[in-house]
């Protein structure tokens, strides 16, 4: 069965399962390796998308349920010029970078809800996606940054 997808502002027709995750679909079909593969679980937000500008984990999202347009870490911006991937680059947040396109699409949609967070805020909004090189500090650091050049 063909489903119709529109990643990045491209249209697709797919030929896949309707339980299949869209984390495959956008890497394997698609051909988008941004975005990440963690855990599977929807435990560690490495496959963080949006759809329709709200945030969600691919990994446990049935492509066949997918109801708006998909953007991925590649669909952030054209020229990997966004506020957010620059202020990424000025703190040096990777180190590993595993996680990085999940934490900076969750980064991306705090700010699209919340243009002047806090740490609190900040915190609360990026809790859920695990970096393992333990780079929290920076990763708050470069939202900060990224919110003042965007407002």
Do not use: F
């Amino acid at each position: 069965m063909a489903i119709s997808l529109t990643v990045n502002g491209t249209s697709y027709s797919v030929d896949v399962p309707s339980e299949m995750p869209l984390l495959w679909v956008i890497r394997d079909i698609i051909g988008l390796t941004g975005t990440k593969y963690g855990c599977g679980i929807g435990k560690c937000g490495n496959c963080r998308v949006h759809i329709d500008g709200v945030a969600k984990d691919s990994c446990l999202l049935p492509v066949g349920d997918v109801r708006g347009a998909v953007t991925t870490i590649e669909g952030l911006s054209a020229n990997g010029d966004h506020p957010l991937q620059k202020a990424w680059a000025k703190h040096v947040v990777p180190q590993c970078g595993y996680c990085q396109p999940g934490q900076i699409m969750q980064a991306a949609y705090l700010l699209s809800e919340n243009p002047k967070p806090t740490d609190e805020d900040i915190d609360a909004s990026m809790d859920d996606i695990i970096c393992r090189c333990g780079t929290y500090t920076r990763i708050r650091s470069a939202i900060k940054t990224a919110a003042e050049e965007m407002s």
